[in-house]
């Protein structure tokens, strides 16, 4: 089974983490109204002082807890297997990128510095936001999409494409959708991952140059490589 993701450990000291993992309980309870300095410090038991103190405000905050997000991600995808079918393995990565955010649709949110509520994002229009999806977390996250992307083109998959492109094309494919998804506009689907996303994924990769039938298949395969990493939940369908 899964763990959950949100589970805190208690003998966790240090106050950092201990803000860090307040906000992100704060954001699954009740969502991005109640991340404020005072109910952020109440949750972590500790004085409204501290967030400014350690982070210097509620901004530098919300930039560790979209950092620890990113981190919690990457296990997400460590998790999966590396085969022999590039396709099916960067297939199982969006699979299991969908259901980390549908397990933290809040958190996801704050990650890309976007809101479906509008209310993240407090220093956009600024010369250097806070929230600007560079940070090394990101990176290190964005690094098994980028490898997968070069597996494609290593083993011929598809013709010969820059894989920081290609991962470029894929990442926005996948997050936009996620971002559909998490505002609601696929409720009129019954399966919106079956029915869109792997689709989405197949015809992308045979856009790329990826035979239909080989890249059908690998998709097919995908759903059972997700299913079948460790300490996974089955996905769901929406």
Not at 9 to 28: F, G, K, N
Not at 174 to 180: D, N, P, Q, R
Request: glycine share 8%.
């Amino acid at each position: 089974m899964l763990p959950n993701l949100m589970t805190v450990d208690t003998s966790l000291q240090d106050p950092r983490t201990r803000l860090v993992e307040a906000t992100i309980r704060l954001l699954a309870r009740s969502g991005p109204s109640e991340v404020k300095a005072r109910s952020v410090a109440t949750e972590a038991q500790l004085s409204t002082m501290g967030v400014y103190t350690y982070f210097g405000g509620v901004p530098e905050l919300l930039q560790a807890v979209a950092d620890e997000g990113f981190s919690r991600q990457a296990v997400v995808f460590g998790r999966l297997a590396v085969t022999d079918d590039p396709m099916a393995d960067l297939c199982a990565m969006a699979l299991a990128c969908h259901d980390f955010a549908r397990r933290n649709p809040h958190l996801y949110d704050l990650m890309f510095g976007l809101s479906i509520h509008g209310r993240y994002s407090p220093s956009r229009g600024t010369a250097e936001p806070v929230l600007s999806g560079q940070s090394p977390s990101f990176r290190a996250a964005y690094a098994f999409l980028l490898q997968g992307c070069a597996r494609l083109v290593s083993a011929r998959c598809v013709r010969k494409v820059d894989p920081d492109l290609m991962a470029l094309q894929f990442w926005s494919a996948l997050h936009g959708f996620i971002m559909l998804d998490l505002g609601g506009h696929f409720a009129h689907i019954a399966a919106p991952v079956t029915d869109v996303l792997v689709p989405m994924c197949v015809n992308l990769v045979v856009g790329l140059g990826a035979k239909r039938d080989k890249a059908e298949t690998s998709a097919a395969a995908a759903g059972a490589l997700w299913a079948a990493a460790p300490n996974h939940n089955k996905p769901r369908g929406k």
